[in-house]
């Protein structure tokens, strides 16, 4: 008999993300099976790597992957286990963690637990179902709440192939979707410095095709839990980018606006009159410059142009400005790309705003961070192209940020996630040492709205 899962593509295909891109197939399911025991380790045991999911009440997910065979009836066995959770229809992804499990099948009983001696239960039988009991650690550590005693659950198993049988590798991708979710919270949590504005600006500047547009529609993917294009992207010598756009983006979770803007501007190009003007930067950097302003690479913009150009206030101004490079074209820029580069970080210097580098199209983006995915890896920051960007527009290691892009991929990735999240935390970092460095007659005439909290401009 044909037996369908009751997971829907897209869970399916997230389980089979977090594994590294396996594929599954469906071994047992407790409802159809009779419930019972014999049956399932007949269907399960000597098939290789399993994944037996659980699905509860208030459309819980929970699971746990073996990656040795599953044991046989009346066998226990140690094995290497990644256990995880998730809520059905809900972006804010899987929680997950590595652990050595042991794993025992009684006759009327799976029994999955840490070493630690924590975990669950499974009890199966042939009358009264399918029933799940959980405990403590582990079950905090996934964020469910599911509370206490039996849970009468659907349980399937499937097999797992394709998977690198390697605990090692196994261990990388849970820690790599811990560290996801860890950042995605730091960042759902931030707050610009002091409440001086309500939203950080993030100016992208650098040569045409660099992956500006494409880092937004990365950020906006990542905070959306889905692929989106909102910017238009694409490989041309002119810039596809012809006007200046302000993009906020919304958290998929929450729905609400994040505390930053990214900001998308014209491609910068090496002859004169072609790409975005070096000129206009004084401009955007000020917050002159309006959402949807059309560049005109043969006029540069004109003092007192826009209205506001007096004296903007602060929550228009650019806060950070990230020189965005495509990795594979830092050694080859020329000359006159370089003196555009290094003009416009002066003006950034003058002007008191942080600054980082964004390395796109880093092809072996599972090399750049440690196994911990703290920190950049020496030999990432030993390439001659991080180098020479250091060099080129003096800037500290630790603000050359590397990310791959969204371009052509179907699905996001954990490890490409976190590359995009790093980078956009650093970005705020810096926007931050800025707004904590600027003269009090900048931030003076910010007064604090005592009753309501907020700080708002009385200019
Ligand atoms: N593989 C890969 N392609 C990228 C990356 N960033 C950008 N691209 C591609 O490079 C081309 C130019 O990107 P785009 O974002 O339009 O560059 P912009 O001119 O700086 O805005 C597009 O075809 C993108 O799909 C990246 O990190 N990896
Ligand atoms: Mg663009």
Redesign the pocket.
């Given at each position: 008999m044909k037996v369908t899962t009751i997971l829907t593509w897209i869970e399916e295909k997230i389980l089979e993300k977090l594994l590294g891109n396996a594929s599954l197939t469906l071994l047992y399911q407790s409802s159809v099976h009779k419930n019972c025991v014999r049956e399932m380790t007949q269907k399960c045991s000597l098939q290789g790597s399993t994944m037996t999911v659980f699905h509860a009440e208030k459309d819980v997910v929970v699971g746990v992957f073996i990656l040795e065979d599953f044991p046989s009836l009346g066998s226990e066995k140690q094995c290497t286990c990644a256990w995880f959770s998730f809520k059905k229809n809900n972006s804010s992804g899987i929680s997950a963690l590595c652990l050595n499990t042991k794993v025992i099948v009684e006759s009327e009983e799976l029994i999955i637990f840490s070493l630690d001696g924590d975990g669950l239960s499974l009890g199966v039988n042939s009358l009264g179902g399918c029933t799940l009991s959980l405990n403590n650690t582990v079950m905090n550590e996934l964020e469910l709440n599911l509370g206490r005693g039996l849970i009468s659950v659907e349980c399937e198993i499937f097999r797992v192939d394709g998977i690198k049988k390697n605990p090692g590798f196994i261990r990388k991708m849970m820690t790599a979707e811990q560290h996801r979710g860890k950042l995605l919270s730091a960042l759902r949590a931030y707050k610009p410095y002091e409440g001086l504005v309500s939203e950080v600006r993030i100016l992208l500047v650098?040569?045409?095709?660099?992956?500006?547009?494409?880092?937004f529609?990365s950020v906006k993917s990542v905070f959306q839990g889905h692929l989106t294009r909102q910017?238009?992207?694409?490989?041309d010598e002119r810039?596809?980018?012809k006007q200046y756009r302000v993009y906020s983006i919304k958290d998929g979770k929450s729905g609400e606006t994040l505390p930053f803007m990214l900001c998308?501007s014209m491609?910068l190009e090496e002859g004169e009159e072609a790409g975005l003007c070096v000129d206009d930067i004084p401009h955007i950097l000020k917050g002159c410059v309006p959402d949807r302003y059309q560049f005109n690479p043969c006029e540069p913009i004109k003092p007192n142009r826009f209205p506001q150009d007096a004296s903007p206030p602060l929550k228009d101004r650019i806060h950070c400005v990230a020189f965005?490079l495509?990795i594979n074209s830092v050694n080859t820029l020329s000359d006159k790309m370089v003196a555009k580069l290094k003009k416009i970080r002066k003006d950034v210097v003058d002007s008191g705003i942080g600054y980082v580098a964004l390395l796109?199209?880093?092809e072996e983006y599972d090399e750049v961070l440690d196994d911990n995915f703290a920190n950049m890896t020496e030999t990432v920051t030993s390439l001659r192209q991080v180098q020479d960007v250091q060099t080129m527009l003096n800037i500290p290691i630790a603000n050359i940020l590397m990310?791959?892009?969204y371009?052509?991929e179907r699905r996001l990735e954990p490890v490409k996630d976190i590359l995009i999240f790093a980078a956009l935390r650093q970005m705020l970092r810096a926007a931050d040492d800025a707004l904590e460095d600027l003269p009090l007659e900048d931030t003076g005439n910010l007064v604090p709205l005592v009753h309501w909290g907020v700080w708002e401009s009385f200019s």
């Open positions: 650098g040569p045409v095709g660099s992956g500006k547009s494409s880092f529609n910017a238009i992207v694409g490989s810039s596809i980018t998308d491609g965005v495509d796109t199209n880093v990310v791959s892009n371009a052509s």
